[in-house]
């Protein structure tokens, strides 16, 4: 039998990470994936592929709504090739995750394809084409999510789908009725928006990606209506039934009356839950809470002294680089080291266009916590380099605390803002005040001027440009 300093359980970005940093820190270290190809929901059926149709889906967009503007005539009908456009997400999936199979190599880590499951706290069993058996004198639980779905849906991966159909469709929908106004319904929902689908948005809470700040809701919410996306929210999903080739969606409006919703596809995006369906914790003495997710501590040690737990198999937010923090984190402590996280400074990105990213508090929480703020706020449209590319929908958002200037949350929407939120990362980190950023030269033409100019907004109303 093999034995090991450490065995992985998953190969998402939490996973691969974790083993990565594991082996630089010279521990003998195993990796166990029940699929064949390495790097979990983010690389095959999550982030990568997503973004590969958003990318591709934009450029359709430009090519029939912008070119024109912009002096580009394109001689006949521009016309989508769906089947291209999802080959060439599989060729980026196939390319990235083959690239994980080189770093696996690299590092001198061993990997097993099959289904992990505990035997004991420090036996893990591999069924894969072969049943194997190896040691760990510590492992890692990173076995991710799935997604979620509600008690009366029959989800037939067909008609009614989850993310992972909707990155492989044979056709465009006519009429695409997407549940959950979150993070996968809203970027889908753009993809197919953008290929020329009827798109119904039909969300429970008042509005949609409700857990950013309000302002972000607001805007995006905004155009989105442009785009003629049909959103729904105060909406409350009760029946999902197929009819042939068509799905019926029921939900109650607010005033408690039922709206009824007729398309050819429905995609239940309503979060995702923790996955560790044949694991076996029991065995190996791994308690889980009562949401399903691996009881950890503050040092994601569970509740079996040696098994640790990271990424979306954890409580906290769904998020690949929040996965990745935590495959370093526990590596570290492995090896004996202090390391730290600051869950405040996770940003949380949302791939539409305008792309949303956040990070900090919100100003809902920011009330909530009776904490005293100042918000500045600039819009994109009034900057050149938006004018230039015409992406003048949005805004970047700063509030810091009204005593001593010290930025507690970014919220931005617009061009590249997905990029664009790492500088209020940086700036957070080192505990930097918004006249800090108000200083700081930023390069002219670009979107990062709005961060600059929220920040003189916020530090005593001397926004230049507005
Ligand atoms: P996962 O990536 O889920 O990996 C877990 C792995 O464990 C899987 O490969 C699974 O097969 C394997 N496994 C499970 N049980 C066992 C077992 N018993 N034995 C062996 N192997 C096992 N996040 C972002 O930050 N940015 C994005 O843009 C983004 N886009 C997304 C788009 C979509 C459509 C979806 C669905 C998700 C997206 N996410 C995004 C979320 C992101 O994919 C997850 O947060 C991230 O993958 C979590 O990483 P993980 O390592 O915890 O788990
Ligand atoms: P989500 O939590 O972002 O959104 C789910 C939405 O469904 C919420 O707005 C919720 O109010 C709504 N909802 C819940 N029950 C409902 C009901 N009965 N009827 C109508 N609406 C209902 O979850 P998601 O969009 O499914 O994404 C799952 C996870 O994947 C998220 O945690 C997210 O972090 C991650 N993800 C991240 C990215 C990214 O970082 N860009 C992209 C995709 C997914």
């Known amino acids: 039998m093999n034995s090991y300093d450490v065995a992985v359980i998953g190969s998402g970005p939490g996973g691969y990470v974790a083993a990565i940093r594991c082996a630089q820190l010279g521990m003998k270290t195993a990796i166990i994936e029940k699929y064949n190809t390495l790097g979990g929901t983010c690389l095959n059926v999550g982030c990568?592929?997503?973004?590969?149709?958003?990318?591709?889906?934009h450029h359709y967009e430009d090519a029939v709504k912008h070119f024109k503007d912009h002096g580009i005539d394109i001689p006949g009908d521009v016309k989508v090739n769906l089947e291209q456009m999802i080959a060439r997400?599989?060729?980026?999936?196939?390319?990235?995750?083959?690239?994980?199979?080189?770093?696996?190599?690299?590092?001198?880590?061993?990997?097993?394809?099959?289904?992990?499951?505990?035997?004991?706290?420090?036996?893990?069993?591999?069924?894969?084409?072969?049943?194997?058996?190896?040691?760990?004198?510590?492992?890692?639980?990173?076995?991710?999510?799935?997604?979620?779905?509600?008690?009366?849906?029959?989800?037939?991966?067909?008609?009614?789908i989850?993310?992972?159909?909707?990155?492989?469709?044979?056709?465009?929908?006519?009429?695409?009725?997407?549940?959950?106004?979150?993070?996968?319904?809203?970027?889908?929902?753009?993809?197919?928006?953008?290929?020329?689908?009827?798109?119904?948005?039909?969300?429970?809470?008042?509005?949609?990606?409700?857990?950013?700040?309000?302002?972000l809701s607001k805007e995006l919410n905004k155009v989105f209506k442009k785009a003629k996306f049909k959103i729904n929210v105060s909406h409350k999903v009760k029946s999902v039934e197929r009819n042939g080739d068509n799905v019926v969606v029921k939900a109650d409006n607010k005033k408690g009356e039922e709206v009824v919703f007729e398309g050819d596809y429905c995609l239940?995006?309503?979060?995702?839950?923790?996955?560790?369906?044949?694991?076996?914790?029991?065995?190996?003495?791994?308690?889980?809470?009562?949401?399903?997710?691996?009881?950890?501590?503050?040092?994601?040690?569970?509740?079996?002294?040696?098994?640790?737990?990271?990424?979306?198999?954890?409580?906290?937010?769904?998020?690949?680089?929040?996965?990745?923090?935590?495959?370093?984190?526990?590596?570290?402590?492995?090896?004996?080291?202090?390391?730290?996280?600051?869950?405040?400074?996770?940003p949380g990105v949302v791939y539409t266009w305008p792309e949303v990213a956040s990070v900090g508090k919100t100003e809902e929480e920011l009330k909530e916590s009776g904490i005293a703020y100042k918000a500045g706020q600039f819009p994109m449209r009034a900057l050149g380099r938006s004018r230039a590319s015409m992406d003048i929908d949005g805004f970047v958002k700063i509030l810091a605390d009204k005593e001593t200037d010290e930025v507690l949350g970014v919220h931005m929407i617009g061009a590249r803002c997905a990029d664009l939120i790492a500088e209020a990362v940086t700036a957070m980190e080192f505990r930097a005040s918004a006249e800090d950023i108000s200083r700081m030269s930023h390069a002219h033409p670009t979107y990062t001027e709005a961060i600059k100019e929220a920040a003189l907004a916020a530090t005593d109303d001397r926004a230049l440009h507005i």
């Open 48 to 57: 990568i592929p997503s973004k590969a149709l958003l990318d591709s889906s």
């Open 89 to 160: 997400k599989q060729a980026v999936v196939d390319q990235t995750t083959s690239g994980i199979d080189f770093l696996m190599n690299k590092n001198k880590i061993d990997v097993y394809h099959g289904m992990g499951s505990f035997k004991d706290s420090t036996h893990i069993k591999i069924e894969g084409e072969e049943t194997t058996e190896i040691e760990a004198k510590s492992t890692i639980i990173a076995t991710g999510s799935k997604p979620g779905n509600l008690p009366f849906i029959n989800i037939d991966k067909e008609r009614i």
């Open 162 to 215: 989850t993310s992972t159909e909707a990155l492989k469709l044979k056709e465009i929908p006519k009429h695409l009725i997407v549940i959950g106004g979150g993070v996968i319904g809203l970027e889908l929902g753009q993809v197919y928006r953008r290929l020329g689908s009827e798109v119904s948005i039909v969300e429970y809470m008042d509005r949609i990606i409700p857990t950013m700040d309000s302002g």
């Open 268 to 346: 239940v995006s309503v979060g995702r839950r923790p996955y560790t369906d044949g694991l076996n914790c029991e065995a190996a003495g791994v308690a889980l809470n009562d949401r399903g997710q691996v009881e950890v501590n503050e040092h994601l040690q569970t509740t079996a002294s040696n098994i640790y737990a990271i990424g979306d198999v954890v409580k906290g937010a769904m998020l690949a680089h929040k996965a990745e923090e935590e495959g370093v984190f526990v590596a570290e402590i492995l090896a004996g080291q202090k390391p730290h996280i600051n869950y405040n400074l996770i």
